[in-house]
């Protein structure tokens, strides 16, 4: 009798501890379920930035076309989780009904230009995902910095895209602009240097204004547009990267936010702040295949590197927060003195929600 009375005992004391241990199980089930979509938050708030980088790429300072098409198209493929370049460019939004803009970069002339392989591999990308070659236009703000690095001006024919400038057709939208309380003196190429005056409140006899008007290009033409600005120092901002290349390159009358004592913060961040902007650039590509570390943005020859370098992403905070310990380093290797607070726009960029420069939230890539 007491042998089945223990016997009975230890089968009630299993179930108990069985259907605690269930309850528990189901406790933790559902604290899992909770918190799984938080961390599926944190995973998707990541910047990914993929750096391609072969430094036998550029050899006297000229690229090796076939060796640049491989780096950006593995960069896009690892960006994208992509199988192929059509691919990858439709999963970063290009429809064959899209108008693309490929913003370049001209100001340091032929040595010191978004290069013309990593244009053409981008193009022939494009039409992977369907994009006709009618369909893209290639663009800078000046003819003149344009025709002496090799981009010369024409439209979309014989199955190549246009190529085009804002100045001097003025392709300037006169009902789009940026406004900031320093007035600036306008030149040669801004919007309303030759044209009258129609706005008593912007302008005075000396011709100073307080406006700064977009580009058509980012406003109405293009329904996309591909970033791709050059590595370079500009002593009047700081890092001439992925923010104020498109930025400062897409208005008029912006001399005025340059140098001391704002070095372009917060107008180079507020110029890019835009909605027409910030929901048509696809991705940011950052040609550091030769790189200048100051004296910019004019061609340098002692202060550039041939670093063989792209640096891939949709977060242009993020990129250019990467690459400016990059210039930090190359200016010391040539006793050159920091940047310093001339680049406090990247760091305003990340605090307006432009991008990030938190490390901890930066997936940085390396892919050969």
């Known amino acids: 009798m007491f042998r089945r009375l223990n016997f009975s005992l230890l089968i009630r004391v299993a179930a108990i501890l069985s259907a605690l241990w269930a309850a528990r199980s189901e406790v933790e089930a559902d604290s899992q379920s909770r918190t799984m979509p938080e961390r599926s938050a944190v995973a998707l708030s990541l910047s990914p930035v993929i750096l391609a980088e072969r430094p036998d790429a550029v050899q006297d300072y000229t690229v090796d076309p076939q060796q640049v098409r491989q780096m950006v198209n593995r960069a896009l493929l690892t960006l994208t989780s992509a199988r192929d370049i ?55 703000k000046y003819q003149s910095k344009m025709a002496p690095a090799g981009y010369v001006l024409r439209g979309a024919a014989n199955g190549q895209p ?30 309303q240097f030759n044209q009258p005056t129609d706005d008593g409140d912007d302008f ?26 050059v590595l370079n120092d500009n002593e009047l901002f700081g890092i001439d ?6 930025a400062l390159g897409s208005v008029d009358n912006n001399r005025r ?6 070095y372009g913060n917060p107008a180079i961040d507020e110029i890019f702040d835009q909605a027409f902007i910030r929901r048509k650039v696809v991705v940011h590509i950052l040609d550091a295949l030769v790189a200048q570390c100051a004296g910019g943005p004019a061609f340098n020859p002692q202060f550039c590197q041939p670093l063989g370098a792209l640096y891939v992403g949709r977060d242009p905070v993020a990129i250019d927060s990467l690459a400016l310990p990059r210039i930090e380093q190359m200016r010391r290797e040539v006793n050159v003195p920091t940047v310093g607070n001339t680049s406090t726009y ?21 892919v050969p």
Not at 207 to 222: A, D, L
Not at 346 to 366: C, E, F, H, K, M
């Open 86 to 140: 059509g691919t990858a460019w439709t999963r970063l939004g290009i429809t064959p009904q899209d108008t693309v803009g490929i913003k370049i970069t001209t100001a340091g002339g032929p040595a010191l230009c978004t290069h013309h392989a990593l244009v053409r591999a981008i193009c022939d990308g494009l039409q992977a995902a369907g994009l006709p070659p009618a369909q893209i236009i290639i663009w800078d």
């Open 162 to 191: 246009a190529i085009e400038s804002i100045v001097p057709a003025n392709n300037y939208d006169p009902n789009v602009f940026y406004r900031n309380g320093i007035a600036g003196r306008l030149i040669w190429g801004d919007y």
């Open 204 to 229: 005075d006899s000396d011709r100073v204004m307080s406006r700064s008007y977009y580009t058509k290009f980012v406003t109405q033409i293009c329904t996309k547009l591909i970033n791709v600005p």
């Open 241 to 246: 990267g992925c923010l104020s290349s498109l």
């Open 257 to 262: 936010f340059q140098g001391p004592p704002s």
């Open 346 to 366: 990247v760091t305003s960029a990340a605090v307006l929600g432009l991008g990030t420069t938190d490390r901890r939230r930066i997936q940085y890539l390396r």
